[in-house]
Every structure is written in C-alpha cells, then in structure tokens.
C-alpha cells in the first residue's frame, strides 16, 4: 500500500506543479521507473496534445486530456468542469439576469413615489412635474440594456438573418423606450418651469435642477446625432422613402446616451433626496430610494466604464 500510494498520486502533484505526464506506466505494484516518465509543461485546455496516458493499479489502460489546474482551497472549484459551469452562469447572468433586475428594482422606485404623491396635496403643476418625471429612471435603464442586448453572443445554431432581426428587435426596443422618455422628462421640466413662475421662485438654483437641464440638453443631442445615421438610406435618388437604418454604429451618439443616462440618474436621486421628497417620503424611504437609483445606474454603467478603460488602456 505504501508503494502504490506515490505512484497513484503522482498525476495529481504533477498538475499541481504545471507539468503532466506524457507517457507513464503505472504498474499495479511496484514503483514508477523514472524512465517511464517524460514531463513536459502543462499545456492549455484544448490542446489535444496535451496528454497522459497509463494503466491505474488493476484497471484498464486510460488516457486523459490535460487541462490546466488552478489549486484552490476546495477541491470542487479547481475542477475544469466547475468552473467552465461558473464562469458560463456569470456570463449568462450579466447578459440576462442582471438587466431584468436592475430594470425591475428602477421600476418598483417611482411606484413608490407615485403612490406617495397621489396620497398628497400638491399644486398640479408640481405634480405634474413630478408624475413625468418618474418614468425617466426606469425607461432609460431598460433602454440602455436593450441596446446592449444586441451586443450579446448570440444563438450558436441561430442563422445570420435570425440573428439580424434579433439585433434589430433590440435597438427597436431602445428606441421605444428612450423616446417617450425624453419627451416625458421635457414636459416635467415645462411644468417645473411654469410652476415657479406662477409662485415667483427662481430657475435653475439647486443641484436637481440642473442635472435635470444638463440631461434633457445631452438627450436631445444624442437623439439629434442618431437622425443621419438612421435616415441615410431613405433620401437616395432626390426621393424621401421610409427605409429607417436600424443597424449601425456611433461614438458620438453611444458617449451622449451614457451621459445623459448618467445626469438623468444624478436628478433623479437628487430629486428623491431632496426636501419635499423627505418630507413626503420620510427620511429612510427617501435615503433608500436614492441609494437605489445610484446602485442601478452604477450596475447599469459599469460595462461602459470598462470598454472606456480598456480603450485608455490600448493608448
């Protein structure tokens, strides 16, 4: 039994030193002669040259594909197969998972909010304000995911017009959401406006407001700089035709969409935190509720701070 033990074991302390074993011959009993053995280091999965072949004690002759082995505290976590699983899961739950709930969770706040305003008595034009703008948050954040859904891997037995109109699906369903955002958010601010000129209050003189201003200014911009991209098939031959280009692809227009979501969620935390918000909220329901609007946006943005790293990185 001692004998058998090093020679049963001997694979296992040699991936974990970064070499296997080419050609080993274990014999049921007896020890492993040196010159049976040539080491060479481990070679990444798929390398199908990469293998050890030999004969356990009383079984049959085996052979295995090496795969590369990252010791670990648990034994279940450095097995290839367990971690190709969790990384496929982690994958899977940034491109479906994570959407659905950061939408879910930046919906469920104006509902909060607008079951506490319908149950006080405010001017009708601040309520107003207050009621177009609640759609804002939760319309951009699945705005912004569904575009970023077309950039998903997509079906591996999909066709390439399968996967064409699954693109086009997504930037529609972008274009639907964000829209009407936009125009929500500039009636909000047209009913804020008028509502301080008829009580005689100042414009633009706290934080909420003009977050609110800078991103209606960079959504418009943003919106603007889509127009040529998406009509630049439908004016060919001096004849307008309703041919919209779906399909295409704009820095200028992807930084002010990042922006503008970016200052919609500033104003709209602001906003939940500020002092009516407090006192028709409550203090905790208020704090909570901006905490949850600046948890979604950093969920939400994230992926774009990392392609903008990685393309300060490549400079």
Request: with cysteine; net charge positive; proline share 7%.
């Amino acid at each position: 039994m001692l004998l058998l033990t090093p020679t049963f074991f001997l694979p296992s302390l040699c991936r974990e030193a970064g070499f296997v074993a080419a050609d080993t011959s274990m014999r049921p009993r007896g020890s492993l002669h040196p010159s049976t053995v040539r080491m060479r280091p481990l070679a990444y999965a798929g390398d199908s040259s990469a293998s050890f072949s030999g004969t356990l004690p009383h079984q049959e002759p085996f052979s295995a594909v090496a795969r590369p082995f990252i010791p670990s505290r648990s034994s279940k976590a450095s097995t290839p197969a367990f971690r190709h699983v969790h990384l496929h899961m982690s994958e899977r739950s940034q491109q479906q998972y994570v959407p659905v709930l950061s939408t879910a969770l930046a919906a469920s706040i104006p509902l909060i909010v607008a079951t506490r305003v319908a149950l006080n008595s405010l001017p009708p034009l601040f309520r107003l304000h207050v009621l177009c703008m609640l759609p804002l948050f939760p319309l951009g954040t699945a705005g912004v995911e569904a575009v970023r859904r077309r950039l998903a891997k997509p079906d591996a037995e999909a066709s390439p017009t399968e996967r064409k109109k699954r693109s086009v699906r997504w930037v529609k369903t972008h274009f639907a959401m964000l829209v009407p955002a936009m125009y929500s958010m500039a009636a909000g601010l047209v009913s804020i406006w008028r509502h301080k000129q008829a009580i005689g209050r100042a414009h633009l003189t706290s934080a909420h407001s003009r977050f609110g201003v800078a991103a209606l200014c960079i959504w418009m911009a943003a919106y603007v700089a889509a127009q040529p991209k998406v009509w630049r098939s439908s004016f060919k031959g001096g004849r307008f035709r309703y041919r919209p280009r779906w399909l295409w692809a704009s820095d200028a227009h992807r930084r002010l969409g990042t922006t503008a979501y970016l200052l919609s969620a500033c104003a709209t935390a602001s906003g939940l935190n500020s002092a009516w918000s407090r006192r028709a909220l409550g203090g905790a329901l208020a704090t909570a509720s901006a905490a949850g609007v600046g948890l979604v946006a950093a969920v939400t943005l994230t992926p774009a701070a990392n392609a903008f790293y990685a393309s300060l990185s490549k400079k």
